[in-house]
């Protein structure tokens, strides 16, 4: 609380609007893609759909979660956003995982080739660290399974790795956009606006995570 109030005013209400503005549009890209996509109309539908559930809205969520400006559990303890953010990335790693599974599974089932442009070799990457990073971060969890290795040191490393993360999974949506597929059904201003959403979300996300851990170094110098 001491950090928010030694912040100019200003600052911390450029930082509420930007965090606003990353809950809208996570919420907005997920649901147009959700529309596009109409999952459930085909195999493939499933693929988009999932992706962008997992990636622009669960793990948007899950790390806006600790956000001091723009949580939507911001009056919660920390054990509870703890809880919170467990849950939405369990989620995020099943819905990546489903993801995966049915464009895998239709890209075998209708001959094509598997892994043969840079949306989904990246996506495969994506995929897998995003498994390793929630299989790392069970010692945050249950502490007993490190030993000699500080909680607030592993709670450092996991904000590292898990802004890699984010930032491929960023990476590899603005990749989905440029696809075949979502050009030919967003065209114009529109296909625009859609890169600048998970673009600003990424933004968001990597001023969070660099200056919570930039500000507690200060702090402690």
Do not use: D
Not at 61 to 84: D, G, M
């Amino acid at each position: 609380m001491l950090l928010s109030e030694s912040e100019p005013r200003l600052y911390r209400l450029s930082r509420l609007l930007c965090g606003g503005l990353t809950h809208f549009l996570c919420v907005a890209f997920t649901g147009t893609v959700a529309i596009i996509a109409k999952p459930g109309s085909s195999l493939f539908s499933w693929h988009p759909f999932l992706m962008t559930l997992a990636f622009s809205f669960l793990m948007t969520e899950a790390i806006l979660l600790f956000s001091p400006h723009s949580s939507p559990a911001l009056r919660c303890k920390h054990q509870v956003k703890s809880r919170l953010h467990w849950i939405l990335q369990c989620s995020c790693v099943s819905c990546a995982l489903l993801g995966f599974g049915t464009i895998f599974y239709n890209k075998q089932a209708n001959g094509k080739p598997h892994f043969s442009t840079w949306h989904a070799l990246l996506g495969v990457v994506t995929v897998c660290v995003v498994v390793l990073q929630a299989v790392a971060a069970l010692p945050l969890i249950y502490h007993k399974l490190v030993k000699g290795w500080s909680l607030a040191r592993l709670k450092r490393y996991h904000a590292a790795a898990g802004l890699v993360t984010y930032l491929l999974g960023s990476v590899s949506l603005l990749l989905g956009i440029c696809s075949a597929w979502f050009s030919a059904s967003v065209t114009g201003n529109a296909w625009y606006l859609m890169v600048l959403c998970p673009a600003v979300s990424a933004f968001t996300i990597m001023s969070q995570v660099t200056n919570a851990y930039m500000t507690k170094k200060r702090l402690q110098s």
